[in-house]
């Protein structure tokens, strides 16, 4: 079956007849939907068949802004326990 029938079937196509989904459109998107859900990068390098890791993280960067305040919250867990940010003047002077 052809793309353009399969995105018909799904309801992806969207009747605009300029905008024509391709089928390097769903790939980007999955690997960026992967990402958002935190499947580690190398494994969405693999999936998609990436040389290099390099490659993937050029491409889909845009995507780790949030993973990135992900990491920055938990290394503030790890240094200052469950406080949401880091130390303050009272902690500096107990």
């Given at each position: 079956?052809?793309l353009?029938?399969?995105?018909?079937?799904s309801?992806?196509?969207?009747?605009?007849?300029?905008?024509?989904?391709?089928?390097h459109?769903?790939?980007?998107?999955?690997?960026?939907?992967?990402?958002?859900?935190?499947?580690?990068?190398?494994?969405?390098?693999e999936m998609?068949?990436h040389s290099?890791?390099?490659?993937?993280?050029n491409?889909?960067?845009?995507v780790?802004?949030?993973q990135?305040?992900?990491?920055?919250?938990?290394?503030?867990?790890?240094?200052?326990?469950?406080?949401?940010?880091?130390?303050?003047d009272?902690d500096?002077?107990?």
């Open positions: 079956m052809r353009g029938s399969l995105l018909a079937r309801g992806l196509h969207g009747g605009d007849a300029h905008r024509k989904i391709r089928l459109d769903l790939r980007h998107t999955a690997a960026s939907l992967l990402l958002a859900q935190h499947v580690p990068a190398r494994v969405v390098m998609l068949g290099q890791i390099s490659v993937t993280m491409i889909y960067s845009h780790m802004p949030t990135l305040a992900a990491a920055a919250d938990a290394m503030g867990r790890a240094l200052w326990g469950d406080k949401p940010e880091g130390p303050t009272a500096e002077e107990a």
